[in-house]
């Protein structure tokens, strides 16, 4: 089944520096999500790439996709203390399946 | 900013019972969903539901779940007799038909006892 898993599990940071996130999956996929969560709370979506597309931009997000290699990486620039949290890949499949199918997530720690 | 709801933030019930979890998808959204994350465990995905019907179901969603969309609004997940293992987090999500950015409550905590 395909799974998608981040790496590393956890990272820390300074306030300012760029933090990159790494997801591989196993299968074909429609498209893939990231989702950043809280402590404890809800998640939060923060972008998605679809299987056609190679690099993708929102605010300080910057995700890419390589289908050939079957990984994703999400690139958060100029971090800030807000963005200590969780974030997870998720995968859609292909052939009209609803279903998103989360990594274990990535521990982001940015220190001030 | 339109959003996911999700009541009760906070559930605890015996092992047996019956319990109701209620989610108030974005309006206009027509793709709903339950995922659960048990503590310290991946989010999996439960069912999806458009139209009125299942329309996705994962080996989780056993005869003792079932879901509803009892008016316009409300979309909920009834766990007829709930078990220990049952104690995780359930995440509603909603989806518009033009993308496929699942949109997510802030979560139910069932706890299971």
């Known amino acids: 089944s395909q799974q998608g898993e981040e790496d590393p599990q956890a990272l820390s940071i300074q306030e300012g520096e760029n933090a990159t996130m790494n997801c591989s999956y196993k299968t074909s996929i429609n498209n893939l999500q990231w989702y950043r969560q809280n402590s404890g709370r809800g998640l939060v979506h923060l972008i998605l790439i679809r299987s056609n597309e190679r690099e993708k931009h929102s605010g300080r997000l910057r995700v890419t996709l390589d289908t050939s290699k079957k990984s994703s990486s999400l690139l958060i620039t100029a971090s800030r203390a807000a963005d200590t949290a969780s974030y997870f890949c998720a995968t859609g499949p292909p052939g009209g399946s609803e279903k998103l199918v989360f990594g274990k997530g990535m521990k982001l720690t940015v220190n001030p | 900013e339109p959003e996911v709801t999700q009541t009760p933030s906070h559930q605890v019930t015996q092992m047996g019972q019956e319990v109701i979890l209620r989610c108030v998808p974005i309006?206009?959204?027509?793709?709903f969903y339950w995922y659960r994350q048990i503590l310290g465990q991946k989010v999996e995905f439960l069912v999806s539901?458009?139209?009125?019907?299942?329309?996705?179901k994962s080996e989780i969603f056993d005869d003792q779940f079932s879901v509803e969309r009892p008016d316009g609004s409300n979309f909920t997940l009834k766990i007829r007799s709930t078990k220990l293992e049952d104690s995780a987090m359930y995440f509603c999500?909603?989806?518009?038909?033009?993308?496929?950015?699942?949109?997510f409550g802030p979560g139910t905590r069932l706890t299971v006892t």
């Open positions: 539901f458009y139209n009125n019907e299942i329309s996705e």
């Open positions: 309006s206009n959204h027509l793709y």
């Open positions: 999500a909603s989806r518009d038909w033009w993308s496929y950015e699942q949109y």
